[in-house]
């Protein structure tokens, strides 16, 4: 018999093994190492480049490893997605940091254009971010590229070889509806580590049921994901053919704080302007906490080891999920999101978690079945 393990996260309470496989790497506030990036080279000068708190010597280890994974010709360049209205001035923001030295690139100039047309071309601030006011002409979605152009010091000449960067703008009127929809265990069928090993898979059925629902709502992929990885996220989610959406992200010190408190600070924001984002889906309890706390609909895809053998993990899970909000959903996968969705299928968190309690009682006798028999 496989025994569990009774090491359980700070933020959740739960056991890696219960809510997720077991983890090496999520030891600290239950964030995987990659989202730390906390060294851009393994170096507490990279901390300094992005003006972040020290991380301890795991953490910097496993972020610098990650951030040589992702760096391009040294240098890390990726653009942000956004969302409007029409007739609404938005800016189109990019971040240039060149990893070999540790800066954030100053007076490099930048050009965004929307297919052959430039749309202007801008320098990068001190914090090396490139920013551009533009106005979509009406309703849809714009894939801008961006560029770096030139660079003011011939130390920096590397940069120019990295490869455009995209951002999407969505333009939607006000009354839009949405679903947004996290990315690590919930279309993504593993961390965010494997995804820069490209050893990632989707979940069974995402891509598919995700382009159903873009049918009928707007799609935004919110993660709590830091910007560094932008470019590889989208790429991933293009890759495995997924709709292409916005994906909105965090900044580098926002990923390194609160999951549930980043996911619910930008749908308050985000619902100023779309008050018709409704539902979320996710894989964590703070996820779809965070959706109620915006009035939406949330649903859970739970991601805990359905093989465990310990009873008193699945009567653990229960009781949680038998404290959600009725608002919340609790479901098995992307056929019964669909249902859900698509069909009004009802999928409570009270069947949900009557399930889990009579696996564990099923594996109690079992093992009880098997004591005797050894005795």
Same mark, same amino acid.
């Given at each position: 018999?496989?025994?569990?393990?009774?090491?359980?996260?700070? !933020?959740?309470?739960?056991?890696?093994?219960?809510?997720?496989?077991?983890?090496?790497?999520? !030891?600290? #506030?239950? %964030?995987?190492?990659?989202? $730390?990036?906390?060294?851009?080279?393994?170096?507490?000068?990279?901390?300094? #480049?992005?003006?972040? =708190?020290?991380?301890?010597?795991?953490?910097?280890?496993?972020?610098?490893?990650?951030?040589?994974?992702?760096?391009?010709?040294?240098?890390?360049?990726?653009?942000?997605?956004?969302?409007?209205?029409?007739?609404?001035? !938005?800016?189109?923001?990019?971040?240039?940091?060149?990893?070999?030295?540790?800066?954030?690139?100053?007076?490099? @100039?930048?050009?965004?254009?929307?297919?052959?047309?430039?749309?202007?071309?801008?320098? !990068?601030?001190?914090?090396?971010?490139? +920013?551009?006011?533009?106005?979509?002409?009406?309703?849809?979605?714009?894939?801008?590229?961006?560029?770096?152009?030139?660079?003011?010091?011939?130390?920096? =000449?590397?940069?120019? =070889?990295?490869?455009?960067?995209?951002?999407?703008?969505?333009?939607?009127?006000?009354?839009? %509806?949405? &679903?947004?929809?996290?990315?690590?265990? @919930?279309?993504?069928?593993?961390?965010?580590?494997?995804?820069?090993?490209?050893?990632?898979?989707?979940?069974?059925?995402?891509?598919?049921?995700?382009?159903?629902?873009?049918?009928?709502?707007?799609?935004?992929?919110?993660?709590?994901?830091?910007?560094?990885?932008?470019?590889?996220?989208?790429?991933?989610?293009?890759?495995?053919?997924?709709? +292409?959406?916005?994906?909105?992200?965090?900044?580098?010190?926002?990923?390194?704080?609160?999951?549930?408190?980043?996911?619910?600070?930008?749908?308050?924001?985000?619902?100023?302007?779309?008050?018709?984002?409704?539902?979320?889906?996710?894989?964590? &309890?703070? /996820?779809?906490?965070?959706?109620?706390?915006?009035?939406?609909?949330?649903?859970?895809?739970?991601?805990? /080891?359905?093989?465990?053998?310990?009873?008193?993990?699945?009567?653990?899970?229960?009781?949680?999920?038998?404290? $959600?909000?009725?608002?919340?959903?609790?479901?098995?996968?992307? /056929?019964?999101?669909?249902?859900?969705?698509?069909?009004?299928?009802?999928?409570?968190?009270?069947?949900?978690?009557?399930?889990?309690?009579?696996?564990? =009682?099923?594996?109690?006798?079992?093992?009880?079945?098997?004591?005797?028999?050894?005795?």
């Amino acid at each position: 018999m496989r025994k569990s393990t009774k090491v359980f996260s700070r !933020t959740t309470g739960v056991s890696p093994v219960l809510y997720g496989r077991r983890r090496t790497c999520r !030891t600290w #506030a239950r %964030r995987p190492c990659y989202i $730390l990036l906390a060294v851009l080279i393994v170096s507490a000068a990279c901390f300094s #480049a992005v003006g972040c =708190k020290l991380p301890s010597f795991g953490q910097a280890v496993g972020a610098g490893a990650d951030a040589i994974k992702i760096a391009e010709h040294g240098t890390l360049f990726y653009a942000f997605d956004t969302l409007t209205h029409p007739n609404k001035s !938005t800016e189109l923001l990019a971040q240039v940091i060149y990893v070999k030295k540790l800066k954030k690139v100053e007076k490099a @100039t930048v050009e965004f254009s929307l297919g052959k047309e430039s749309l202007g071309e801008v320098l !990068t601030d001190k914090d090396g971010y490139a +920013r551009l006011k533009w106005e979509a002409p009406k309703a849809g979605d714009y894939e801008i590229k961006v560029k770096i152009k030139a660079v003011d010091d011939d130390d920096y =000449k590397e940069i120019l =070889k990295t490869t455009p960067a995209s951002l999407l703008v969505s333009v939607r009127p006000k009354d839009a %509806r949405f &679903i947004v929809i996290d990315l690590d265990h @919930t279309v993504v069928a593993s961390s965010f580590f494997k995804v820069l090993t490209s050893g990632a898979k989707p979940m069974p059925k995402a891509d598919g049921v995700v382009g159903e629902l873009a049918k009928k709502y707007g799609i935004i992929y919110l993660t709590h994901r830091p910007d560094l990885l932008g470019n590889k996220s989208k790429n991933w989610l293009t890759d495995n053919g997924f709709v +292409r959406a916005p994906l909105l992200v965090s900044s580098f010190k926002q990923s390194i704080g609160d999951s549930k408190k980043f996911k619910s600070g930008r749908l308050k924001e985000l619902r100023k302007d779309f008050p018709n984002i409704r539902i979320g889906i996710g894989d964590k &309890i703070g /996820d779809v906490e965070a959706y109620v706390e915006n009035d939406m609909t949330g649903y859970l895809i739970p991601n805990y /080891d359905r093989d465990d053998d310990d009873a008193d993990d699945f009567r653990k899970l229960a009781k949680k999920i038998r404290k $959600l909000d009725k608002r919340i959903h609790v479901v098995d996968g992307w /056929d019964e999101i669909r249902a859900a969705i698509l069909t009004d299928k009802k999928f409570t968190a009270t069947a949900y978690a009557n399930r889990l309690e009579a696996r564990a =009682k099923k594996l109690k006798e079992e093992k009880k079945k098997k004591d005797d028999d050894d005795d």
